[in-house]
Structures are given as C-alpha cells and as structure tokens.
C-alpha cells in the first residue's frame, strides 16, 4: 500500500524549483541557497480532538492540516517554501483516505507555491493522525515575535472571532498573504496566530513580551458563527464569550505603534477587516475594559491540551 501510495504521489506532486530531489529518496534535497534565514513549524492533528473523520469529508482535514502550519508562518511573517508530511493512517481504507488527504493539501499548497517535498507514511489501529512541518522564509524585515510589543502599542486584529466549530475550524484561511502585506508597508512589532482563543492567545503574546494589555471588549469583531454558536448551545454563554475562548478562528494578533495602527484602520489594505481592539500595557496581566464597568481582570480563556501525569 505504501509503495503504491508513493508512486501516485510521484505523479500527482508538480515540480517546483526548490526540490532538486522529492519524493522516493530517504530524504529530500532543497535548493536554499538564497534563504538567509528560515522558520520552521510542525503541527499534528488527530481525529477526535482537531477533527472528526467519521462526520466531514477527509479532503477538508487535509486543507485543514496544512492551512494551521501555514497560519503559523503567517504568524511569523514568513513566506512558505517546503513541507513534508506524515500520515499515520487506519489500516482499513487507509490508501483512499490518504489520497483524500491529498486533494485538500496540494490545492492549497499551489495556492502558496509550497513545495511538498516528501514525508512519511505509517499504518495502524488506530486513528488518523497528520503532522506537517513546513519551512518558511522570513522577509527583510525579520521574523515576527510573539516577544516585540511594547506598552502603548495598539492591538490589532485581523477578521472576527468565535464559533468556529460550526465549520471554520475546518476551511481555515490562513492569512499569509496579507501579513506579508502588512510587514512590507508597514512597522509591525509582534505577531501571533489565534489558534487557542483571542483572550488566551493575547495572554500568551503578553508573557513572551513582558507586558500585560488591555482588550476593549466593545471593540472585538465577532462572528455571526458566534451568535449561532450561543444560540444554538442556550447556556448562558454569550457571543463574546465564544468570541474571546472558542480557538480556531486562525486570525491575527499584531502590536503595532498608535500611528502605524490608525494607518493600518484606515487604510484597510486587506480584503479581510483589521480592528483595533486595544492596547499593550506596562502592567503585566491581561485587562477587560467596557464603558459599563471600567477597567478588570480579564481570565484567558481558550484550549489547552491537558497532561495527565
């Protein structure tokens, strides 16, 4: 099954001018000669916890495998090159599904001119599991940290949070194009993808950049699926609540200067919204501030894969 599974790769993965030698070998050979610096990222997705196989279809697994490494370079500022991709695939089925797998990957990754240079494939009793790494180039600017905010920087934020289990954790948008935009026309300092929640992936910006920040809760952009979301659940939980925890929206945080950010709300470059939700404070923590009750602690909330010991 895999040698099988290998050769139709070999016909089906385009040629790129980055592999000099893909698919077939132990490993890969990657033309990198003019990358001065590069990101690399992996994440794995398994069925019952990032997906569930047995409700969607697999090709939206695949996109979906690859689209969250993409967002993390987006994250960075980073423009993708390569990726090799790992399957650990029930052994019922296991030949269709990968395939499946692959006609949600490759479309995406031409999107990107993303060379998929190989990976590995493994068959099992169990579920699916799909780790990705991918290797990016950052800009002349440098890489985006999480660790460049600094107080007085405004919060901004890309698109609108919240319910994303209604289908949007799935056909994941990366925003790779437009980051790239942003940091070429303009002074970002700090960059994070929302992969966990706003509150908590905010929270996780703010330790690595030893500051704390203040989100104006009127000013979040909330998704309609939020709304559907509390609706639908009916308990108790309001549309900002699913806004600020919920994950898997795959947005952007940014910290930028007060006059960079006015120019980026202004100016709109992107064809998705970019809102200003705050601003970075010397006071470590993470603050809500509404006009109805001021200034208080905001708890991050959002996912956590939990450890048992």
């Given at each position: 099954?895999?040698?099988?599974?290998?050769?139709?790769?070999?016909?089906?993965?385009?040629?790129?001018?980055?592999?000099?030698?893909?698919?077939?070998?132990?490993?890969?050979?990657?033309?990198?000669?003019?990358?001065?610096?590069?990101?690399?990222?992996?994440?794995?997705?398994?069925?019952?916890?990032?997906?569930?196989?047995?409700?969607?279809?697999?090709?939206?697994?695949?996109?979906?495998?690859?689209?969250?490494?993409?967002?993390?370079?987006?994250?960075?500022?980073?423009?993708?090159?390569?990726?090799?991709?790992?399957?650990?695939?029930?052994?019922?089925?296991?030949?269709e599904l990968a395939l499946a797998l692959y006609d949600g990957i490759l479309p995406l990754a031409?999107?990107?001119?993303?060379?998929?240079?190989?990976?590995?494939?493994?068959?099992?009793?169990?579920?699916?599991?799909?780790?990705?790494?991918?290797?990016?180039?950052?800009?002349?600017?440098?890489?985006?940290?999480?660790?460049?905010?600094t107080p007085g920087d405004r919060i901004l934020v890309t698109g609108a949070f919240g319910g994303?289990?209604?289908?949007?954790?799935?056909?994941?948008?990366?925003?790779?194009?437009?980051?790239?935009?942003?940091?070429?026309?303009?002074?970002?300092?700090?960059?994070?993808?929302?992969?966990?929640?706003?509150?908590?992936?905010?929270?996780?910006?703010?330790?690595?950049?030893?500051?704390?920040?203040?989100?104006?809760?009127?000013?979040?952009?909330?998704?309609?699926?939020?709304?559907?979301?509390?609706?639908?659940?009916?308990?108790?939980?309001?549309?900002?609540?699913?806004?600020?925890?919920?994950?898997?929206?795959?947005?952007?945080?940014?910290?930028?200067?007060?006059?960079?950010?006015?120019?980026?709300?202004?100016?709109?470059?992107?064809?998705?919204?970019?809102?200003?939700?705050?601003?970075?404070?010397?006071?470590?923590?993470?603050?809500?501030?509404?006009?109805?009750?001021?200034?208080?602690?905001?708890?991050?909330?959002?996912?956590?894969?939990?450890?048992?010991?």
């Open positions: 099954m895999e040698s099988e599974l290998i050769d139709q790769l070999r016909r089906r993965l385009p040629d790129h001018p980055l592999l000099r030698k893909g698919v077939g070998d132990d490993a890969a050979v990657l033309r990198m000669a003019g990358t001065d610096e590069c990101v690399v990222t992996v994440d794995l997705l398994t069925d019952g916890v990032d997906f569930r196989l047995d409700e969607v279809d697999p090709r939206r697994v695949g996109h979906k495998a690859l689209a969250v490494n993409l967002s993390d370079l987006a994250a960075m500022a980073a423009r993708p090159l390569a990726g090799v991709i790992a399957l650990a695939l029930p052994r019922r089925g296991g030949l031409e999107r990107y001119d993303l060379a998929v240079a190989g990976g590995d494939t493994n068959s099992w009793d169990g579920p699916l599991a799909v780790s990705i790494t991918l290797l990016g180039q950052v800009t002349e600017r440098g890489p985006l940290l999480r660790s460049g905010a994303s289990i209604l289908g949007r954790h799935l056909d994941v948008e990366p925003r790779v194009d437009e980051v790239l935009l942003l940091a070429q026309h303009y002074k970002l300092h700090a960059g994070i993808d929302v992969s966990d929640g706003l509150s908590i992936d905010l929270f996780h910006l703010t330790q690595e950049s030893g500051c704390g920040a203040e989100l104006d809760l009127h000013a979040v952009p909330v998704h309609d699926d939020a709304r559907r979301l509390a609706d639908q659940l009916a308990d108790g939980s309001t549309a900002l609540d699913h806004a600020l925890g919920d994950g898997e929206d795959f947005e952007l945080i940014l910290a930028a200067g007060p006059d960079v950010a006015r120019r980026i709300v202004d100016d709109q470059p992107l064809g998705v919204p970019v809102t200003d939700v705050g601003r970075f404070v010397a006071e470590p923590g993470l603050w809500q501030t509404d006009r109805q009750s001021g200034r208080r602690p905001l708890p991050p909330r959002g996912w956590e894969h939990r450890l048992e010991g």
